[in-house]
């Protein structure tokens, strides 16, 4: 698996159950076990889930005594939705010039 920062994220950000987990630390801090609750997933395959999303930087995990909250990380969030956004904006670009070329031939036929 590719060590670029992007690469991560969106390997990351491929399975759905990252993806819950992602959107449930969006709504605030939680432990492994808050995490796991919604899932029919041993604790072991959470775990495994929560290490691919700390390693692309997606989550942070603190200590507080014996509270070990897992946290949302936005910067490889952002990362990604720019990465998106220009090409986003590059394909648009190419399709707005295609339905002018189309346009000027269906015109054309009309003549």
């Known amino acids: 698996m590719p060590d670029d920062r992007l690469s991560l994220t969106f390997a990351a950000l491929a399975d759905p159950t990252r993806r819950a987990i992602l959107a449930r630390l969006a709504e605030g801090e939680a432990t492994v076990n808050e995490l796991a609750e919604p899932f029919d997933i041993s604790l072991q395959a ?12 997606l989550i942070s ?51």
Request: hydrophobic content about 30%; some cysteine.
């Open 46 to 57: 959470v775990s495994k889930h929560l290490k691919v999303l700390e390693r692309a930087g």
């Open 61 to 111: 995990r603190g200590r507080d005594a014996q509270w070990r909250p897992c946290r949302l990380e936005t910067a490889p969030l952002d990362d990604a939705s720019e990465w998106i956004r220009r090409y986003r904006d590059r394909w648009s670009d190419r399709f707005d010039r295609l339905e002018q070329e189309i346009k000027k031939i269906q015109e054309g036929e009309h003549e």
